[in-house]
């Protein structure tokens, strides 16, 4: 007990046991993943992303493994729609651990109605995807330019008493964009969701996703991911959850000397590994982390490596 | 067309797509198929009785299949029509190229001499021969059933002679072969309690009535077939109801006390 | 002899007699490396990007191996200038290879000069370096930029005669530049450059490229630069040299299924592996593929993902 | 402060950068420091004499010193003050944290019985004690030379006895200490066709003249130090002048007939 307390932070007025979080999109759509997600030992969960009405999302294949070590989907932001917040929020709180309602929409109006149905069902906050890279009309179309960013947060901050987390794909305009987030009144910056990419089967020559493009997730993405996050901490000192390729706790601990408070773990979870292991062997390491740099709370290591 | 195999050197992971060309692809009964694959790469799979393959139909589909046999590098499943994925596959010919992902799922067997009874509904048949073959050490009787006798085909002359397969009964509903009725009705003319284990494999409804007929407390299997369209434990799809446990990562094989709320929720 | 036909292809008018080059950047700059290059086995050389004047570059760490299994750099454009165009074209001459020059510059007139005295000594072609993700002034900021692409390459390809291959980076808009370049005159495109990344040391909390920032390169880019190279010749049918994490076979034959004739390779010649035998290997399993696919020459498979 | 090691799995690659926290990092003779360094993570490296590692100093510079020493964990360095790189290094404590990327180069020694005569010139007696220690089977004759007696350490007490170093002989230029004069004075001295192997490490300079008097054909080599600014074989700034070969990837030692060209361009 006493040892852990060391990784606690609070990340837009939440607090949470530790900086782990699920990515969204990894489990999360209904209670019994909340539950399954919460038994992998986060300090948070996050519901897959909701849009109004329930969606289909694209045919298998969805998800495939890389040869270079990353995993490429395009899920197509399946989910049941936003009837189904209330219990995913509600079994969160009977395990007591903070849920983050991550929020899809096409336009202003459906990021908020999601939005302020999260916030009914008594959700910690909610994280607006700005970001995802294969799906038409939702998300990295509406993250890339920073005016729609600010305002989809704008429209939704204004709306809910919540936190808001606007989470950002990788785009040219990046750090503007994370700026006009903040302006707009979000409360944490979620960097970055998967990089658009394509795999082709060399056999028979065809594109192995159903929706041929796809999102790279995993190692391959993380050091384009701590760039972001060291460039828009550098520019804001916002706060920030990292998420993009984070395996192991140098992984993590590499999102947080860049500037991340929180981590998100996703491709990682994959059953390959034990996700149970793996989180806690991230949180064995953080803290022999904190340990070896003589703190006492993560806080101190946020954003260290901007110090001279 | 030539074999690639030993061009470069390649890290095959369970997860990714791995190419395999179509050795053999009959009709061996009323629309079940036996498939088997050769793979292009060296792939040095290992694999155990109830892993689970995703077979890609590339630009058609991805579709879950239990490993029917394997002999070190030919890989067989046996498979129904059921829609659209199925219904393509079965249309593919010799030396047409494929992808597989596996082997996934958690193995299942015995080697240690136990009595087990497998009943088996209609196309619930595929992963048994495999699993037989593997269970060396133990003693299996296996019930099959299937609607029509059409269905019917001859196992031992498909998968050769299993010495540890003791009885192996047949039931037709339409009473063309063996013992006419259910398969699930010869759990009423066993004696249950020679068994160390029982398992049932088979349509959704069955696997339930067998999970309420079976009354060897922790000792009654089922083998699920949930919606799976990952196969690595992060989409979710294939989550047991009521449970943290996911089919494609903990399963596919489940005792009947794991899967009861997911049975409940079924309309028998 | 016969067996090595089937490779040939022909890029912007230039007869190869395999697909592969070196990735400019990877060796390049002086006699001696071109001769380096040319044992390697490749198809034609790339000289490392020239600018009008020498360039000290930055200090090391320049280039990093990251765990993730790529590379990052931040050479920082280091050249000898100009003045050295005539000795690199002359070694290649002298071994019958064709050279593409690498151009670089911070504006229409600083390309314009470079590509000059790359035709004056006779180079087969260059290569405008459109794109380098970490040197300001040089690269990523006039490769984003639709309109800028247009004007250097039309600069560049009204003064000269040899053929100008537009070399472009990750960008938001690379699919609407790449079609601008073709509309300025390049012949065929470079897809694509490194990746903006940053390596943070957990240990010291600090950055490890002397430039903090550097560009992510080798597998980890591979699916990335492989949507690139589909949406491009999707659009245009374009010639392409694809770059970006290409390491075996494999790697080659999904770039040229996307719609590459050419390939450039770059991380994968770091001594680790032999880089002779890397070449050699790749080559070899080409040809098996093309007898796979029953097919004469690399030609009848270049964007063969996009046939149904 | 506590020593990380065995906290996660993690792949060591030669072309990584590993953390290293300094054991000892001590001026042994005038600018000459013996630094030591201990791997905070499992490294197993397997380093060969005449392997050189890139050494970080955070935010000030990254250079190349020959591993002098390797006792299978601690790994030792040998350098001499020359400029901002290697002054801030000298400043650096016991304990503190620096980054190794390594180990780089082709490995060079004998173990074979042959006899070997290595020449140094000052700071390149740094990689001659890993490099004897490894040569167990072959018998060593060693000439240092250096330009004042204030430049000179006592070897063997640094790195131990080493049983196959026979003849040790020193040379100063200002006569303050051994034999008077050049290390290459060696040279005329010694009968070198008792050698299977004559060595030379120094200036460039020295390396260049001993190319010159060393008349055993293919047999005298010199270890180069160029520019070395990537160490992994694509940056290209360590190339060998006439040749198409990089000191980085295909030295640091090589015949004098390889490093003619490249010995031609330099002036004295
Ligand atoms: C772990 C696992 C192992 C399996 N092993 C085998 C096997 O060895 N042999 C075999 O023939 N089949 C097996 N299946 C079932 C097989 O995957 C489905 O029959 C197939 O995916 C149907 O695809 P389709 O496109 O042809 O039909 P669809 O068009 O997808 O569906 C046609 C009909 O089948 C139903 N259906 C779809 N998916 C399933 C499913 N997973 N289970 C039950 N009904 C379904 C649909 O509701 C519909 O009524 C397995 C499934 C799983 C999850
Ligand atoms: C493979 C290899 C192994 C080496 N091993 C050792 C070793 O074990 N011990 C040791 O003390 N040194 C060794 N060196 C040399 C050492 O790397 C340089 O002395 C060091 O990089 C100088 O850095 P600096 O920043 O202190 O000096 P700088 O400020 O870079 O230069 C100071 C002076 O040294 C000269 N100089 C710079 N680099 C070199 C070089 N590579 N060779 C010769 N002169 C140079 C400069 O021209 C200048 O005159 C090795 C070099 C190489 C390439
Ligand atoms: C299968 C899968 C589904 C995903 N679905 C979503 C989603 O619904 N919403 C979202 O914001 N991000 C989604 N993502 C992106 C992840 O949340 C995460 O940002 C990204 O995968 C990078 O993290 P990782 O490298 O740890 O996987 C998904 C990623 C994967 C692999
Ligand atoms: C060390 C290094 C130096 C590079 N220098 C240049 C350069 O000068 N000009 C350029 O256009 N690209 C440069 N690049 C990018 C490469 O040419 C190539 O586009 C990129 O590395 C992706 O290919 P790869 O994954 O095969 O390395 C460099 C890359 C590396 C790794
Ligand atoms: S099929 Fe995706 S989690 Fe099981
Ligand atoms: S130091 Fe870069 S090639 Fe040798």
């Given at each position: 007990m006493v040892i852990l307390m060391t990784l606690n932070i609070e990340l837009a007025g939440i607090i949470l046991k530790n900086p782990l979080m699920n990515a969204s999109g990894i489990l999360g759509q209904n209670k019994e993943a909340i539950k399954r997600l919460y038994e992998y030992g986060f300090g948070a969960v996050v519901s897959k992303t909701i849009t109004p009405m329930p969606r289909i999302g694209n045919k298998p294949p969805i998800i495939l493994?890389?040869?270079?070590?990353?995993?490429?989907?395009?899920?197509?932001?399946?989910?049941?729609?936003?009837?189904?917040?209330?219990?995913?929020?509600?079994?969160?709180?009977?395990?007591?651990?903070?849920?983050?309602?991550?929020?899809?929409?096409?336009?202003?109006?459906?990021?908020?109605?999601?939005?302020?149905?999260?916030?009914?069902?008594?959700?910690?906050?909610?994280?607006?995807?700005?970001?995802?890279?294969?799906?038409?009309?939702?998300?990295?179309?509406?993250?890339?330019?920073?005016?729609?960013?600010?305002?989809v947060v704008k429209n939704v901050s204004s709306i809910i008493k919540i936190p808001v987390i606007a989470k950002l794909g990788l785009n040219d305009k990046i750090v503007e964009a994370s700026g006009k987030a903040l302006e707009a009144g979000a409360k944490a910056l979620g960097l970055i969701n998967t990089v658009k990419a394509i795999y082709i089967d060399v056999y028979t020559l065809k594109p192995v996703l159903s929706n041929i493009h796809g999102g790279l997730s995993g190692p391959p993405i993380h050091p384009i991911a701590v760039r972001v996050i060291y460039d828009v901490y550098r520019e804001y000192r916002a706060e920030i959850i990292g998420s993009g390729g984070v395996k192991d706790w140098k992984d993590a601990a590499e999102f947080i000397s860049a500037g991340a408070k929180a981590i998100q773990i996703g491709s990682a979870l994959i059953s390959n590994d034990d996700p149970k292991h793996t989180i806690k062997s991230i949180l064995g390491g953080l803290e022999n982390w904190l340990r070896f740099h003589n703190v006492t709370s993560l806080l101190e290591l946020v954003g260290s490596a901007h110090r001279d | 067309m030539q074999n690639l195999r030993g061009i470069g050197k390649m890290e095959k992971k369970k997860f990714e797509i791995k190419p395999v060309k179509i050795e053999r692809n009959e009709e061996v009964a009323e629309n079940t198929f036996l498939i088997s694959f050769l793979p292009l790469e060296d792939l040095s799979l290992e694999v155990k009785p109830f892993n689970f393959f995703m077979v890609w139909i590339p630009r058609i589909d991805f579709i879950p299949l239990s490993v029917s046999d394997y002999d070190g590098n030919s890989l067989t499943f046996l498979y129904k029509i059921k829609g659209n994925g199925t219904k393509a596959l079965s249309l593919k010919k010799k030396n047409e190229i494929l992808g597989i992902m596996g082997p996934l799922g958690k193995e299942f067997f015995f080697k240690n001499g136990e009595k087990i009874l497998v009943v088996a509904?209609?196309?619930?048949?595929?992963?048994?021969?495999?699993?037989?073959?593997?269970?060396?050490?133990?003693?299996?009787?296996?019930?099959?059933?299937?609607?029509?006798?059409?269905?019917?085909?001859?196992?031992?002359?498909?998968?050769?002679?299993?010495?540890?397969?003791?009885?192996?009964?047949?039931?037709?509903?339409?009473?063309?072969?063996?013992?006419?009725?259910k398969a699930l009705d010869a759990l009423r003319e066993i004696r249950l309690n020679e068994y160390?284990?029982?398992?049932?494999?088979?349509?959704?409804?069955?696997?339930?009535?067998?999970?309420?007929?079976?009354?060897?407390?922790?000792?009654?299997?089922?083998?699920?077939?949930?919606?799976?369209?990952?196969?690595?434990?992060i989409c979710g799809s294939c989550y047991i109801k009521g449970t943290t446990k996911l089919m494609c990562s903990d399963g596919p094989v489940f005792e009947c006390s794991e899967v009861k709320y997911h049975f409940e929720s079924i309309i028998a």
């Open positions: 493994s890389l040869p270079n070590g990353g995993l490429i989907n395009a899920v197509g932001l399946e989910n049941p729609g936003k009837g189904t917040i209330k219990e995913l929020v509600e079994e969160a709180k009977e395990l007591n651990i903070p849920i983050i309602v991550s929020v899809g929409g096409t336009n202003e109006d459906e990021f908020s109605e999601v939005a302020k149905e999260a916030e009914i069902s008594g959700a910690n906050a909610i994280e607006l995807n700005l970001s995802c890279p294969h799906t038409k009309g939702y998300g990295l179309e509406i993250g890339a330019d920073p005016r729609n960013v600010f305002n | 509904g209609g196309i619930g048949i595929a992963p048994i021969p495999y699993f037989v073959k593997f269970s060396k050490g133990s003693e299996i009787d296996l019930v099959w059933g299937v609607k029509k006798g059409s269905e019917l085909f001859e196992v031992t002359k498909i998968y050769g002679k299993m010495n540890n397969l003791k009885n192996f009964i047949i039931y037709t509903e339409d009473c063309s072969y063996g013992k006419c009725g160390n284990r029982i398992l049932s494999v088979g349509p959704e409804v069955m696997m339930k009535n067998f999970c309420n007929l079976c009354n060897k407390k922790n000792d009654c299997y089922v083998a699920l077939e949930n919606l799976t369209k990952c196969g690595m434990g």
